[in-house]
Nanobody
Framework: QVQLVESGGGLVQAGGSLRLSCAAS????????MGWFRQTPGKQRELVAG???????NYALFVKGRFTISRDIAKNLVYLQMNSLKPEDTAVYYC?????????WGQGTQVTVSS
């Protein structure tokens, strides 16, 4: 299994930036995908950005050009750099890691963007 711990959420004004971090431990060599999802009350969790084991990235249309996902393989970290934040980006952000047999989630970190 993979254990994930997010950090870096908080309160920021519209137009500001935040960087989320996700620390992975456990069966990290088995990970073939890591991503950031977000969820607001009453809505389904949605993909924000993902990165595969070969470094390929993909982004939701609503964050393309503003957010960047990256990884530090040596430190087992995945980052989400969020720029030009908007109030509609307010959500709980979750780190996700997938292997052939497991789909792991972090505990989530709150991001609040004030207008």
């Amino acid at each position: 299994q993979v254990q994930l711990v997010e950090s870096g959420g908080g309160l920021v004004q519209a137009g500001g930036s935040l960087r989320l971090s996700c620390a992975a431990s456990g069966s990290i060599l088995s990970i073939n995908f890591m991503g950031w999802f977000r969820q607001t009350p009453g809505k389904q969790r949605e993909l924000v950005a993902g990165i595969t084991s070969d470094g390929s990235t993909n982004y939701a249309l609503f964050v393309k050009g503003r957010f960047t996902i990256s990884r530090d393989i040596a430190k087992n970290l995945v980052y989400l750099q969020m720029n030009s934040l908007k109030p509609e980006d307010t959500a709980v952000y979750y780190c996700n890691a997938r292997t052939a047999t497991y789909n792991s989630w972090g505990q989530g970190t709150q991001v609040t963007v004030s207008s």
